[in-house]
Antibody, heavy 121, light 107 residues
């Protein structure tokens, strides 16, 4: 079964750091781009970042540039999101998702169950 | 960044109704659009990719259409399990951007 399981969420003070992990199983992790998507409480979805299979390319949304770093360890079938200088507005459920390509079209499937990050003093 | 605008933001419908949700892009995105369903407390689920391709296992009452800047998700006969929030997502360029969501509620 293809599965993604996030961990590492929790309560952190503004300005603090947190590292999220996403464990992949049931597919050849090293062949896929991977993404992080977040959802603030009661709000919509926001794509955060993605990373190429070999880690050589990264893209991210402007609001996290210079603060969040996406990385991966293909030997451990794991995706990471290092989050520094956290702000109140980063409070959200963070999902990892597999990027799939059908020709020129991308879609996210599957998704993990999500991990909650709360930034508050 | 490309802005994705969904309408309506919410709608009330009855079981058996035909429901349509529109997503408009701020620029031409060809057919680089997907639709996702999210139920409370759950991760989003892919329904449609490449504007009109039905994901394996998704009921055929769901369909997608459109290209360029205007796209539509249609549910031909609403079922009880379809009450959820629906999001469009453009994958034409970075950053990937979602619509704000459409909540489908029971009438």
């Amino acid at each position: 079964e293809v599965q993604l399981v996030e961990s590492g969420g929790g309560l952190v003070q503004p300005g603090g750091s947190l590292r999220l992990s996403c464990a992949a199983s049931g597919f050849t992790f090293s062949r896929y781009w991977m993404s992080w998507v977040r959802q603030a409480p009661g709000k919509g979805l926001e794509w955060v970042a993605n990373i190429k299979p070999d880690g050589s390319q990264i893209h991210c949304v402007d609001s996290v540039k210079g603060r969040f770093t996406i990385s991966r360890d293909n030997a451990k079938n794991s995706l990471y999101l290092q989050m520094d200088s956290l702000r109140d507005e980063d409070t959200a459920v963070f999902y990892c998702a597999r990027d799939n390509w059908a020709g020129d079209s991308l879609y996210f499937d599957p998704w993990g169950q999500g991990t909650l990050v709360t930034v508050s003093s | 960044a490309i802005q994705m605008t969904q309408s309506p933001s919410s709608l009330s419908a009855s079981v058996g109704d035909r429901v349509s949700i529109t997503c408009r892009a701020s620029q031409d995105i060809r057919n680089d659009l997907g639709w996702y369903q999210q139920k409370p407390g759950k991760a989003p689920k892919l329904l449609i990719y490449a504007a009109s391709s039905l994901q394996t296992g998704v009921p055929s009452r769901f369909s997608g259409s459109g290209s360029g800047t205007e796209f539509t998700l249609t549910i031909s006969s609403l079922q009880p399990e379809d009450f959820a929030t629906y999001y469009c997502l453009q994958d034409y360029n970075y950053p990937r951007t979602f619509g704000q969501g459409t909540k489908v509620e029971i009438k």
